[in-house]
């Protein structure tokens, strides 16, 4: 083998290294480009009791409701302990009814109404949650009615 013949092939084998890996460089650089698109859907979880507090309830329903609008998913537990078990009908009325509360804005993905844990999952309604945030600010463009100026 001649030396030129030696020198061609190392420049050769050097070139395919380099194109080796300005390819793994661009398959790199396209993957974190579709994890970027990807929309991630968190599970939140909800826990409450069968005989929950009307205060409470209000406050759970309003965290779902931000949840689902940033475009997670809500995980609503009733958990049943003891002598609890017996008082399961008021468990998945409860259940039903914040379903009712939650609206469109959520639809059922999943549900168990057999164990102790009772729970049902939600998953946002695209199409309702989108339009609520192409409208965020309608309600702050109103002039408020009640306006009284204090010129002298």
């Excluded at 190392?10 to 993957?31: C, N, S």
């Excluded at 579709?34 to 599970?43: E, G, P, S, Y």
């Excluded at 609008?69 to 078990?85: F, P, S």
Aim: a positive charge; charged letters at 35%; glycine letters at 4%.
């Amino acid at each position: 083998m001649s030396k030129a013949s030696r020198n061609e092939k190392i420049v050769y084998m050097f070139y395919l290294l380099i194109d080796a890996i300005k390819y793994r460089y661009e398959q790199q650089k396209k993957k974190k480009e579709q994890q970027k698109r990807t929309t991630r859907m968190d599970l939140k979880e909800l826990k409450m009791g069968y005989s929950i507090d009307q205060h409470d309830y209000a406050v759970r329903l309003k965290a779902a409701r931000k949840f689902l609008n940033d475009g997670d998913k809500v995980k609503v537990i009733v958990n049943l302990k003891g002598r609890e078990n017996e008082f399961r009908n008021m468990a998945m009325e409860l259940i039903r009814r914040f379903q009712n509360d939650v609206g469109e804005l959520a639809i059922e993905e999943s549900k168990n109404f057999k164990d102790r844990n009772i729970f049902i999952v939600l998953v946002p309604n695209k199409a309702v949650v989108q339009k609520a945030q192409q409208d965020p600010g309608k309600k702050k463009d109103k002039p408020a009615k009640n306006e009284v100026s204090a010129s002298v």
